[in-house]
């Protein structure tokens, strides 16, 4: 129609307008095609996903899957996009179209274009002709030239692709991993089928030479994938069916198997969860492999252990040091060999002359790691060869020794003139070397007592010590805290301390039983007794502070640092709750009872005594430092007894010159205090 028109402005104008509304037209053509490739072609390719994950992404799988999407959208883009594109619109179908979709232009615009091309044949004058453009092209310009014709569809139809492909971006992203891996498999197409594939096995040996009669280890690791179970898929002539033989998966996730005494060329491949590696061949051929081995165990001296020899010898579980003595008899003859030591160190191995035929070969190594060993022989031509399968070595650790306190084995109390017996009992299973009994009195400086020297080697020790309390110089309120200590003969790594609990005696006045006994017969069996249970809690609740310091003290070595500190922390509470007990009945008896009877001041001193150690104590835990945090423990276990044997002293003398009068009342008083704090 274009070069029917004449040459004028309104003319050029009007095949503007056809233009625009052409190429608008053809855009959502091309827009609505787009569509539908994307929408279809996204449903091909998780179809096409979902049937490698079912395939387990085989190499034929992947290879098949990829024509099927390319052609798949090939098709998609040819019928849904090339092809509606590839339609021609005149320019009458054109101005049709826009007055369709532009209903106030009343037919002007296909009016217009039908007069100019009938003009030739002279149904329309040139006047009426250019009348009819003009006015088509003002009924144009009224719509801005067509520019807004389906802008509400191409807008709907961009949305829904754009939304389109951020749910597939959702999908590939967030969905299961295998829709990541076929989408890597299926577009990146410069990769081989082999390297695609995300779920992988790998072999080892894989393809090998072994000796006639060899036993062959092979290992396989699932790369992409887990699976419970493993098997290998093992037969002698290729076309033959598989014999399906289990792997056991270790720790380390890897699934090993053994093939015995292989007398034939093999193939062999490795199936899990419905993936196959690839298939390797076992060439067999003359080589000389072993075919018994000897191991004599030579332990360290300390143990006592005499030579153990084993006939049928292989993965080895020894106390490190021992010396392991090898004999290797092989199938056929080899000048000499080599025992590898977890592929880093090697010890040789020689042959015995009239050992025998074949000559044996041996050599020694002495175990002080965990690790692995192979034997590798001379072969016919020199060159040196596998020989064995990899065996374990698993280097036993000496134990410490174990230590208690078996008599009395439990806090005890005593008066200064007594005596206290003290057995400690300690078993290794290398024997103990040493017992030792330690001691201190009120947290001082610790005196060790000799109780076993192990000249001869006993795997159990039975000992004891008196304590003569006398000797000591302890007075009531004084205690004696104790521990048994042994070192075992370990002359590898050095002799391994261990410790018993700590135990206590507390030092009570001469006869103090005798007395309380006959107090509280006067009184019915009643409030002395009561009352001195109660103020004795105070002291044994710092007392099993004291124990569990020391045992984070002696086993910190076990624990984790944060294990450490979580223990120190709640020690850190325990005291701070005692602590706040104690100052709360100092308040108390200072306002109330002190004022009254200044009798009980000895025990008001000796109080704050007790909770400045505790403060420290609780600093000392609080920075982990429960070695630190010993010494104020003890202090103020110390003052604390003290201040108990001073009231309790208080409570007999006033029952003996009151008589159950004010003194006794008094001493109730107090005892109430203690109560209200515990």
Known sequence: MADDLRPVDSSLELVDVIRQVRRRWRMKLALRGALGVAGLGLVVLLVSAYGLEAWRFTPRSILTFRIILAVALAGLVTWLLV?????????????????????????AIISAVEAGRGRGDGVYSASLVRRLVESAIDKCREIEGGRSIERATVTRDGATLAALALAAAAIFLLGPAYLRHALSALLVVSRDVEAAAPYRIEVLPGNATVPRGADQSITARLSGFDADQASLMVRKTPGAAYDRVPLLKGADGKYEGMLFDLAAPVEYLVEANGVRSGTYTLKVVELPYV?????????????????Q?????????????TEVRLRAVPTMAAKAGDIVLSDKVRAPLAAVADGGTPAPLTGRFTVDAKGFYRIELDGPSGERLPASPQYTIDALADRPPTV??????????ASPIEEVFVEARADDDFGVKDLDLVYSVNGGAEKT????????????????????????????????????????????????????????VRIRPLSKDF???????????GGGGGQQNQVGALSEQQRQIVAATFNVQRDRRKMSADKVRENSTVLALSQSRLREQVEGLLTRMNSRLVQQDPSFKKVAELLPQAVTEMKTAESKLQGVKPEAALAPEQKALQLLQQAEEEYEMQVQVQRQQGGGGGGSAMSQDLADLFEMEL
């Open 449 to 504: 007592i000799r109780l076993f020297e192990g000249k001869k080697r006993l795997a159990e020790v039975s000992a004891g010590h008196t304590f003569y309390l006398e000797e000591l110089a302890v007075k009531p309120g004084d205690f004696v805290s104790y521990y048994a200590k042994a070192v075992d003969n370990d002359a590898t790594e050095g002799p391994k301390p261990a410790m018993s609990d700590m135990y206590f």
């Open 309 to 321: 020899k084993v006939e049928e010898g292989g993965d080895i579980a020894v106390v490190k040091g």
């Open 83 to 107: 092809r509606p594109l590839m339609r021609r619109a005149s320019d009458e179908q054109v101005a049709l179209y826009l007055e369709e979709h532009e209903p106030s232009l009343q037919a």
């Open 515 to 525: 007395k309380r006994a006959a107090s509280d017969a006067q009184q019915g069996g």
């Open 291 to 307: 075919d018994r081995l000897e191991l004599e165990y030579h332990f360290p001296a300390y143990t006592g252990l005499p030579p």
């Open 404 to 413: 208690s306190i078996a008599k009395p084995g439990r806090d005890t109390q």
